[in-house]
């Protein structure tokens, strides 16, 4: 009997540059184990009656194939979730952890249930998060100008005269925004507008150069270094497809 993918489907939200998506198993046997690839992003994930925030990866996660409980989640463009949250980016990087670890025990239940009862769990993770998004208000500007110039391939020095400040406010600002320094936080970026170009059919090379590397070799090292596979790799094994475009391209995580 062939192996069935798991079914990934998302939505933009309401919520400004946040991104709605569902993971579904179909019946049969599991399919192969897939990677989803670092995009700067954090999600808050509903899955088997738990929530779960997915920090900021500075690596490719595994998932596991043999969960196949659905999911439905919402995920912050970069520098939203701190601040939604109220806990500092890098203290979650490259962790999925229970919200209730975070917030208040009884907070979290009472949301956890709300979930739960929902016919559509992942508008009801989008109304919370709009509902807190109303009372805690916006990110931080400076925050959405630097991930925003970044994402469009400025440079770190670029992006720190932009916005006014110096080498070091700017790297101690983008940790607790992001989860990394603003370098980390470039590249990650520039992988992924790459591999988005990639998936519109562009050959690897013009991708790499339109994309900001230096040529398909330096792509090809930063693919290793932040993915740790290969480009062909990647795209013959059908990852791409679950790690698809969002407005900031992503891809689809799930809880550890």
């Known amino acids: 009997m062939p192996r069935e993918h798991q079914r990934y489907q ?12 569902t993971l579904d198993a179909p019946p049969g046997p599991q399919g192969p184990a897939r990677s989803v690839l670092p995009d700067g992003c ?79 769990p992942a508008t009801a993770l989008e109304d919370f998060a709009l509902a807190l998004a109303a009372e805690t208000g916006p990110p931080d500007p400076l925050t959405a100008a630097v991930a925003d110039r970044l994402r469009r391939g400025g440079s770190v020095a670029a992006t ?31 992988l992924q507008r790459a591999l988005a170009l990639v998936r519109t059919g562009l050959p690897y090379a013009e991708a790499a150069c339109a994309a900001g590397c230096v040529d398909q070799a330096h792509l090809a090292r930063e693919m290793r270094d932040l993915a740790g596979t290969t480009l062909g790799a990647y795209f013959s094994a059908g990852d791409a497809e679950a790690n698809n475009d969002t407005p900031q391209p992503s891809g689809s995580r799930t809880t550890a």
Not at 62 to 86: C, K, N, S
Not at 168 to 187: E, N, W
């Open 10 to 21: 998302e939505r933009p939200s309401r919520l400004d540059g946040a991104v709605v998506w």
């Open 160 to 190: 720190a005269a932009e916005v006014g400040l110096g080498a070091r406010q700017l790297h101690r600002r983008s940790l607790a925004a992001f989860g990394y320094g603003p370098k980390v936080l470039a590249r990650i970026l520039r």
């Open 42 to 120: 954090m999600d808050l994930i509903w899955s088997a009656g738990r929530l779960v925030v997915a920090g900021p990866d500075t690596h490719a996660f595994q998932v596991d194939p043999h969960d196949r409980a659905p999911r439905a989640a919402i995920r912050f463009p970069p520098g939203t979730a701190p601040v939604l949250l109220g806990v500092p980016a890098n203290e979650l990087r490259d962790h999925r952890v229970e919200l209730a670890d975070l917030w208040s025990r009884t907070a979290v239940r009472e949301l956890t249930g709300r979930v739960d009862r929902a016919a559509d």
